[in-house]
């Protein structure tokens, strides 16, 4: 279950990031608590992961580029610091009392701006990180168990520490969190850079990537399964705070409990993931916990009962742990180094860019039907996204999966040109 941590670069850059993520996760439940309790408003809540993830969105795509011409371990350098000063920032309007509801938002931009170069370049870096390539996919597990532990204990942190101390030290916190990642990066021991030979401009290489992306079945399928997930499905921790606070009638430890138990179900699925062996058939075990996903959303939505409630979150979190993990697990394995920056990208360009908008058509949906409701429909959702990926995946699977040559996606661009 943990053989990538033979690797002692890969053992570095877990630790130092397993302290940020926490602060990532306090950082995260604190800008949404702080938003709903001067607004009040759904809306306001969508609109603020919208603000912090479209960003990352429209430029995601120049992000793979950029990470695919340099070097990823300089960018992830840059983009860590900038994230700590985004932190720091945040956390003095709030710990002076100067602060508006743009100005948060404002900051949330900024973050996904920073996310959309950092995630291209640090998503890639792990596969440079493992001797034994064969130990990629529980590396990638790893990570996965890693988020998921920082979303079990940063939000059930961040309650404590709303209700205590105000979301200032949260977010304070957080920006002391990035010195860990930068020391475990300072520390990493690479082999000398090589960079790319540079035979075209980065229009050209964005037509590539995208004929190399038309060309791998495995790799476009497993995207537009998560693209329709992550429009649909997962912006449900959008109505979390109106379950917390006007369902439960809690306050913000009640909130920070919700997004723990969800985070401990993640924990236990990103553990099954890390114990598969090699070889497992990934898109089923995508398929499963999708179904769970929506069932465990279902029943959240029906719920009366808090402690009945944070039960189907255990679910919840153990069915969409699985979305961008495995997702990120197929396309790296399947992709070309030169092309995984770029298609790494495409991924983040499918959550950063459809979770806000979800964010914002939850906030929407729940003002006229109500968040229990809006949280049963996206349950529903689930459970048809996965039987009709399960039914299309039928349709192709004697089609072999031949992927497209790197030279070829070049043929076809020169061709259009």
């Not at 808090?306 to 961008?324: D, E, R, T, W």
Request: net charge positive; proline share 3%.
């Amino acid at each position: 279950m943990f053989r990538a941590f033979q690797s002692r670069n890969y053992r570095l850059y877990f630790c130092g990031q397993s302290i940020s993520q926490i602060g990532t996760w306090m950082q995260r439940t604190g800008v949404s608590w702080v938003i709903y309790t001067m607004t009040h408003s759904t809306f306001m809540l969508g609109l603020t992961i919208f603000a912090s993830q479209f960003p990352s969105f429209l430029f995601s795509l120049l992000g793979g580029i950029f990470a695919d011409r340099h070097n990823r371990y300089k960018i992830l350098l840059v983009t860590q610091s900038a994230s700590m000063i985004q932190a720091f920032t945040l956390a003095a309007l709030l710990l002076t009392k100067h602060y508006m509801i743009w100005e948060v938002l404002g900051l949330s931009m900024i973050l996904g701006l920073i996310n959309s170069f950092d995630v291209p370049a640090r998503q890639p870096l792990v596969h440079d990180l493992v001797r034994d390539k064969s130990e990629l996919s529980n590396a990638l597990a790893l990570n996965s168990s890693m988020v998921n532990v920082a979303r079990l204990t940063g939000p059930a942190l961040s309650g404590i520490i709303l209700e205590k101390y105000g979301a200032g030290i949260c977010f304070l916190l957080n920006g002391l969190s990035f010195v860990a990642v930068l020391i475990s990066l300072l520390l990493l021991k690479l082999p000398p850079y090589r960079a790319p030979a540079l035979t075209s401009n980065m229009r050209a290489e964005l037509s590539e990537g995208f004929a190399y992306l038309k060309g791998t079945p495995t790799i476009s399928l497993t995207l537009l399964m998560l693209t329709a997930i992550s429009l649909l499905v997962l912006p449900y921790d959008t109505l979390l705070p109106v379950f917390a606070k006007d369902v439960f009638k809690g306050n913000a430890m009640t909130y920070g409990y919700i997004y723990s138990f969800i985070g401990f179900g993640a924990i236990c699925g990103t553990l099954l993931l890390a114990s598969l062996r090699p070889g497992a058939d990934l898109k089923k075990v995508l398929f499963i916990n999708t179904i769970v996903l929506g069932l465990g959303l279902i029943f959240f939505a029906l719920s009366k009962n808090f402690l009945l409630a944070v039960v189907f979150g255990v679910a919840m979190g153990f069915g969409a742990m699985s979305q961008g993990t495995i997702s990120i697990m197929i396309i790296q394995i399947h992709s070309h180094h030169r092309m995984r920056g770029r298609m790494i990208s495409y991924v983040a360009m499918a959550m950063f860019g459809m979770l806000p908008l979800g964010s914002l058509l939850v906030g929407l949906v729940s003002l006229h039907l109500g968040a229990a409701n809006a949280m049963l429909v996206m349950g529903m959702m689930a459970i048809i996204i996965a039987l009709l990926s399960a039914r299309f995946s039928r349709k192709n699977r004697l089609e072999s999966d031949h992927p497209v040559d790197i030279e070829e996606a070049k043929e076809i661009v020169t061709e259009k040109i």
